[in-house]
């Protein structure tokens, strides 16, 4: 079956820096779903970060754009999430999800997988 493990969150002060990595298994076609980053904080709604279509577009939420870059390696199936000027706002479990053959988008409802997430903390 399909897996997703997400890895590479920790703390870090406001201005610093991570990547995240989430490595999939079990695809047929890894190459061919639409992959995105989305992050949950405690008591708030899942929120959509990044995604990145089969054929390498992305795209970002307002409140990240310039300040996170999305990848992913069709070779070793991995997805990536650079981020760069954390700010305390940051702070979240980060998940990693798997969408659809033919559209990418910002809605939770529209990926069918997801992994288990890696904690980010952000400090002022």
């Known amino acids: 079956q399909v897996q997703l493990v997400e890895s590479g969150g920790g703390s870090v002060q406001a201005g610093g820096s991570l990547r995240l990595s989430c490595a999939a298994s079990?695809?047929?076609?890894?190459?061919?779903?639409?992959m995105a980053w989305f992050r949950q904080a405690p008591g708030k709604q899942r929120e959509w970060v990044s995604h990145?279509?089969?054929?390498?577009?992305?795209s970002y939420a307002d409140s990240v754009k310039g300040r996170f870059a999305i990848s992913r390696d069709n070779v070793k199936n991995t997805l990536e999430l650079q981020m760069h000027s954390l700010k305390p706002e940051d702070s979240a479990m980060y998940l990693c999800?798997?969408?659809?053959?033919?559209?990418?988008?910002?809605?939770?409802?529209?990926?069918?997988?997801w992994g288990q997430g890696t904690q980010v903390t952000v400090s002022s």
């Open positions: 079990g695809y047929t076609s890894y190459s061919n779903y639409c």
């Open positions: 990145i279509t089969r054929g390498g577009m992305t």
């Open positions: 999800a798997r969408g659809s053959f033919t559209s990418c988008s910002s809605r939770a409802t529209s990926y069918n997988s």
